[in-house]
C-alpha cells in the first residue's frame, strides 16, 4: 500500500498562488496514476486534476484549466498542484490520491487517499 500526505495548504486572497505536496511512503509513486480532488462545504468531492504515471497526460476540470498545474516527481515521490489565479470558489479541502487500474466503467479508480489539506481563498 501507499501511504500519502497533503501539505501546503493555507489562507490565500484571490489571484494569489499556491502549490501543494503530497508526499508518498509505502510504495513508489510511478506505479500508480496521481490526482487532485477537492470538497467545499455541503458540496461533493470533486475531480481537480490528474497525472499518468509517466506524467504524459495530465487533464484537468474546466474550473481550473489555464490555473492549475499537475505534476509529479517520482524520484522524490512526491505528487504537486500549482494554484495560481485562486478564487473564492476555490475554496475546499484538497486531497491526493492514487490509484492503478481502472473500475468497471474504463474509469480511473483511485484506491488510496490523504487526509487532505485545507486552502481557503479570501476576497
Known amino acids: 500500500q501507499v501511504q500519502l500526505v497533503e501539505s501546503g495548504g493555507g489562507l490565500v486572497q484571490a489571484g494569489g498562488s499556491l502549490r501543494l505536496s503530497c508526499a508518498a511512503s509505502?510504495?513508489?509513486?510511478?506505479?500508480?496514476?496521481m490526482g487532485w480532488f477537492r470538497q467545499a462545504p455541503g458540496k461533493e468531492r470533486e475531480f481537480v486534476a490528474a497525472?499518468?504515471?509517466?506524467?504524459?497526460?495530465?487533464p484537468y476540470a474546466d474550473s481550473v484549466k489555464g490555473r492549475f498545474i499537475i505534476s509529479r516527481d517520482n524520484a522524490k515521490n512526491t505528487l504537486y498542484l500549482q494554484m495560481n489565479s485562486l478564487k473564492t470558489e476555490d475554496t475546499a479541502v484538497y486531497y491526493c490520491?492514487?490509484?492503478?487500474?481502472?473500475?468497471?466503467?474504463?474509469?480511473?479508480?483511485?484506491?488510496?487517499w490523504g487526509q487532505g489539506t485545507q486552502v481557503t481563498v479570501s476576497s
Open positions: 509505502g510504495r513508489s509513486i510511478s506505479m500508480y496514476f
Open positions: 497525472i499518468s504515471r509517466s506524467g504524459g497526460s495530465t
Open positions: 490520491a492514487a490509484g492503478s487500474e481502472n473500475d468497471r466503467r474504463g474509469q480511473p479508480r483511485y484506491d488510496y
